[in-house]
């Protein structure tokens, strides 16, 4: 921390920037400081552009180039522009608003196969090809290491700080208390509407839902059953939940992220071979017919935000 | 014996760490002459080194050169390696070295701390906002259009994996001045994207 001022001081964020340890306190300030973030967005862009160099300056002939290099052999099935869940049953479409998210996370790997060249837990993203993301399903979070098995069994472990963005979905209907900001999506009957879908965010997304009822609010009234949405202008909704709900949770806990769910994350691969990352995702399972629309124009820092965003809620 | 060195030209590959060599053995096994382990070497950090200098020079050919003096460097020097700063920001400190003799003739641009000193203040000012609306292929380009300094602390303290600390053992001057000039490439940075009348 800056002895003269409450925020960060430049060595705190430029080791957030490049993924090294930062202290408890400089962590719990940056991820409640907008400032703090805005600042390290800043150094971030700074950053995005040297390593882009870097990546571009590598792009040279390879004589000596080892024959055990990573392959990009993942299809990547998340980073599509468009991500299309299923058959029809009800359209879903998520026109995502962007928010700001920034943290960093160092993958590293580990486990069966690693560095065997037969296959690789990383893959570059399209639209962006310096950003690299690992997926799979989360094997074990271990105090601040996030472990995703990939689907050839490779084990990768995440570390996050206290500024990734965090992503869960899943059985979180316990987490759904009074004063929760929600979306929820379903179908109304006798003025009770039947969650099929939640969202966690005091920064909703914003919902255009062919056949399904939508209401953003805050929750009242929690119970084992459901609970009451009291939307800005004061009307309150009651709404039903039961096992088939879904729950995503846009700005998670370590403590959230579920066992076995899908799991990402992507971000920067570093020189020593880890990969600082912007995000771990545990997207929803849209229903049949779900359309997740996701826009990447660029590598900025607002596009990559999108696509977190957008990946949060769906990819 | 084969310069291990004849490679170096195109050392910049990206290849992880084989958890069986640390840098320490690497470098014991370079000092007798080991070349599997100069290889390996190579494959540690020669894309750091690599991308660091070309960053610098701006010149593929000349830093291709400069990473073939380093790693023969590395070959010939690796015995006097002492432990004493990581292995990263030793031969980074070696190819600086390298960089500074091979642009004496140049007249590299030296910039005076106390001008690289000129921080932003702590408000986001135009210039700041500058860098908000920036795409990042303007960034890249504003960063290519910095002085050689500021590339340079911007590649140590982003593109090499080395701690500020270390950035300022290579540099040799204090943690300090090292948060200085970063802040005085930023404001550069800045400049330059609102020079440019990036309105994105």
């Known amino acids: ?315 | 014996m084969n310069d291990p060195h004849r490679n170096a030209g195109a050392a910049a590959f990206a290849d992880r760490r084989d958890p069986a060599w640390g840098d320490a053995e690497l470098l014991r096994r370079i000092g007798k002459g080991d070349e599997d382990a100069m290889a390996a070497f190579y494959r540690e950090h020669g894309r750091v080194v690599f991308a660091q200098v070309l960053l610098v020079t701006g010149e593929r050919v000349l830093a291709e050169e400069i990473v073939q003096d380093t790693m023969l460097a590395v070959w010939h020097g690796a015995a006097s390696f002492r432990g004493e700063s990581s292995v990263r920001s030793w031969v980074i400190a070696i190819a600086r070295r390298q960089t500074r003799d091979r642009l004496r003739g140049r007249r590299l641009r030296v910039v005076d701390d106390a001008f690289l000193a000129d921080q932003p203040g702590p408000d986001p000012g135009p210039e700041v906002m500058a860098l908000d609306r920036a795409e990042l292929a303007e960034v890249k380009g504003a960063i290519q259009g910095l002085a050689s300094a500021h590339r340079e602390v911007l590649g140590l303290a982003f593109g090499t994996g080395l701690s500020l600390p270390e950035v300022a053992g290579v540099l040799q001057i204090p943690v300090g001045t090292v948060k200085s000039r970063l802040s005085a490439a930023r404001t550069a940075l800045n400049r330059i994207l609102n020079e440019k009348g990036q309105n994105l």
């Open chain 1, 1 to 315: 921390m800056n002895a003269n001022s409450t925020h960060l001081d430049l060595e705190d964020l430029i080791a957030e920037v490049t993924g090294q340890a930062i202290g408890g306190r400089a962590r719990e300030h940056l991820a409640g400081c907008e400032q703090c973030q805005l600042e390290a967005n800043r150094w971030n862009l700074v950053a995005d552009g040297v390593r882009d160099l870097a990546a571009e300056a590598a792009q040279v002939p390879q004589p000596a180039r080892p024959p055990h290099i990573r392959r990009h052999v993942l299809a990547g099935p998340w980073r599509r522009a468009t991500v299309i869940v299923g058959s029809v049953a009800a359209a879903l479409v998520l026109l995502l608003v962007a928010g700001t998210a920034a943290g960093l996370v160092h993958v590293h790997l580990s486990g069966p196969g690693s560095g065997s060249g037969s296959e690789t837990t990383l893959t570059s993203v399209s639209g962006c090809p310096r950003l690299e993301q690992a997926h799979g399903t989360l094997e074990r979070v271990n105090g601040a290491d996030v472990v995703i098995k990939t689907a050839s069994g490779q084990l990768v472990t995440v570390t996050t700080t206290a500024t990734t963005r965090l992503a869960a979905s899943g059985a979180l209907l316990g987490d759904i208390t009074d004063g929760t900001a929600v979306t929820v999506a379903g179908t109304r009957s006798d003025g009770t509407l039947a969650a099929d879908f939640v969202v966690v965010s005091a920064n909703p997304p914003s919902l255009t839902v062919p056949g399904i009822v939508t209401v953003t609010g805050t929750v009242a009234d929690a119970g084992t059953t459901g609970f009451t949405v009291v939307t800005s202008a004061g009307t309150r909704v009651p709404v039903t939940t039961s096992g088939a709900t879904a729950v995503t949770v846009s700005h998670a806990s370590l403590s959230q992220l579920q066992d076995g769910g899908r799991t990402m994350a992507i971000g920067y691969p570093g020189p020593d071979g880890t990969l600082s990352a912007l995000a771990v995702l545990q997207p929803p399972n849209w229903p049949a017919g779900a359309h997740v629309k996701v826009s990447v124009r660029n590598c900025s820092s607002t596009a990559i935000n999108h696509e977190i965003m957008a990946l949060a809620y769906g990819g």
